[in-house]
Antibody
Framework: EVQLVQSGAEVKKPGESLKISCQGS????????IGWVRQMPGKGLEWMGI????????TYSPSFQGQVTISADKSINTAYLQWSSLKASDSAMYYC??????????WGQGTLVTVSS | SYELTQPPSVSVSPGQTASITCSGD??????TCWFQQKPGQSPLLVIY???KRPSGIPARFSGSKSGNAATLTISGTQAMDEADYYC?????????FGGGTKLTVL
């Protein structure tokens, strides 16, 4: 069974750094792209970017380019989303999702990030 | 990039047919997917490649596309179908989501 398990909720202060994770299991992790999606409170889905864990080829949405970094460690089947300096506006639920021939058919459970002073 | 436009809300009576539209200037050039999201849950893929249903998705969910508009149709809508629905398409190597439609089953 394909599973994407994300790291737990985070509470951070503005200016702090953060790295959240998404661990895949039940499939060959290096064979599928992993995307990240933001959902701000009460709002819609926003695609942030995608990574191919085999070679770390990455594409960012223009809206998120330079704002976050997507990476992966194929040795532990894990993809990451990180911020160097959080802002209050980064408070949101973040989902990882696997891209396959059907599209984004598998999703993680989400990681809630709260940034507040 | 371009935008995908969905109606903010759609209401339907139980047992009736609900239709949710998604329009975009380049939608005719790419495949469309649809996601269902219930409160507190992750999105669920219900339609891919315009009209195909993933395993486990009830047959009452169907998709279609004509020109630059895609439609998600739910036949015989049930109370459990009340949720937010998002269309999704590709723009070159990036992904675009519609703004979402809240389906209310009255």
């Amino acid at each position: 069974e394909v599973q994407l398990v994300q790291s737990g909720a985070e509470v951070k202060k503005p200016g702090e750094s953060l790295k959240i994770s998404c661990q895949g299991s039940g499939y060959s992790f290096t064979s599928n792209w992993i995307g990240w999606v933001r959902q701000m409170p009460g709002k819609g889905l926003e695609w942030m970017g995608i990574i191919f864990p085999s070679d770390s080829d990455t594409t960012y949405s223009p809206s998120f380019q330079g704002q976050v970094t997507i990476s992966a460690d194929k040795s532990i089947n894990t993809a990451y989303l990180q911020w160097s300096s959080l802002k209050a506006s980064d408070s949101a639920m973040y989902y990882c999702t696997r891209l396959d021939s059907s599209g984004y058919s598998h999703w993680g459970q989400g990681t809630l990030v709260t940034v507040s002073s | 990039s371009y935008e995908l436009t969905q109606p903010p809300s759609v209401s339907v009576s139980p047992g009736q047919t609900a239709s949710i539209t998604c329009s975009g200037d380049k939608l005719g050039e790419t495949n469309t997917c649809w996601f269902q999201q219930k409160p507190g849950q992750s999105p669920l893929l219900v339609i891919y490649q315009n009209y195909k249903r993933p395993s486990g998705i009830p047959a009452r969910f169907s998709g279609s596309k004509s020109g630059n508009a895609a439609t998600l149709t739910i036949s015989g809508t049930q109370a459990m179908d009340e949720a937010d629905y998002y269309c999704q398409a590709w723009d070159s190597s990036t992904v675009i989501f519609g703004g979402g439609t809240k389906l209310t089953v009255l």
